[in-house]
């Protein structure tokens, strides 16, 4: 049996809230030794590039999740064209969608209806579209920006296990996004409806948007839906949320992407880097809807 095998395996009986919740309230400490060392040691140990950073004096950041939160200096992510990166990471898997399906690994696929809660309405909006899906490794900036422009219309909270999502998980762990914790955004758009969805994983002590605050963790419960009367518009580039601790951001749009060339699997990207354009799009690129 391979290590990945393994290491996936005994994630199956962990308590995976328990061990998530016990590092988050670690993450919030204030004691200035503790956290100063915590941060200290994650720099080392995952080579974090504090040059980036709009404030990059280790110490200055009240808590450890104050600094996995951690603001860019300005310009340090410029926006590219057409369809952005939302985020920071490696491009695991993109594409069509093809009978409904994403791709999680190879062999593995999952259905856009369980990834959004069971809603079959809103997952044959994307039955003809694309998706892509970025996983944020701990080394990451861990803010979470919009592809494109667009009105939020409805966030829902579904609950869930919190296996990691690394690729050893994602290789041997079937339907992991549809059974992790997550939060699901809906847009719209110019282009039509797009969706987001943040992925909660093992030791992320939680998720944020710019609209609500913190969302996750919630008490157990089902689904929640939260509709929007009073319009949240965020433009092309703009923070959305936040992960404290990393995870994974799914986003699937109901109009096909041309991806652009030479992105494969595993590829690494940043915010704000250029992922393609929509049919229709210019020559150049850029997206229709910034034109």
Not at 16 to 31: D, I, N
Not at 91 to 98: M, N, V
Not at 107 to 124: I, N, P, Q, V, Y
Not at 213 to 230: A, K, S, W
Request: charge should be neutral; aromatic fraction near 8%; glycine fraction near 10%.
């Amino acid at each position: 049996m391979s290590l990945s095998r393994l290491f996936a395996l005994i994630q199956y009986p962990l308590p995976h809230h328990l061990l998530s919740r016990l590092v988050g309230q670690l993450a919030e400490c204030r004691t200035p030794w503790l956290k100063n060392a915590l941060i200290r040691r994650f720099i080392r140990q995952f080579r974090v590039d504090m040059n980036e950073a709009a404030n990059p004096d280790p110490t200055a950041y009240a808590t450890f999740n104050d600094f996995f939160t951690r603001a860019l200096k300005e310009g340090a992510r410029p926006l590219g064209e057409g369809i952005l990166s939302p985020a920071d990471g490696r491009l695991s898997q993109f594409g069509p969608l093809e009978a409904g399906q994403l791709v999680q690994a190879k062999g593995h696929r999952f259905s856009a209806m369980d990834l959004l809660g069971g809603d079959g309405d809103a997952a044959r909006r994307y039955l003809d579209g694309s998706f892509a899906t970025i996983y944020l490794s701990p080394s990451d900036y861990h803010r979470v920006h919009m592809p494109l422009a667009g009105t939020l219309t409805e966030m829902v909270y579904v609950p869930g296990r919190l296996f990691s999502v690394n690729a050893a998980t994602t290789e041997y762990v079937p339907n992991l996004f549809a059974r992790n914790e997550r939060l699901v955004c809906h847009f719209d758009t110019e282009q039509g409806p797009m969706v987001m969805v943040l992925v909660g994983a093992m030791i992320v002590a939680a998720i944020e948007t710019v609209w609500a605050g913190q969302i996750t963790p919630l008490p157990r419960g089902g689904v929640q839906r939260i509709r929007f009367d009073t319009p949240v518009h965020l433009e092309r580039g703009a923070e959305m949320g936040r992960f404290k601790l990393g995870s994974t951001v799914v986003m699937a749009f109901a109009e096909p992407v041309a991806f652009a060339e030479g992105l494969e699997p595993g590829a690494k990207v940043q915010m704000g880097q250029s992922l393609g354009s929509f049919s229709g799009a210019s020559q150049n690129g850029t997206n229709v809807s910034q034109a």
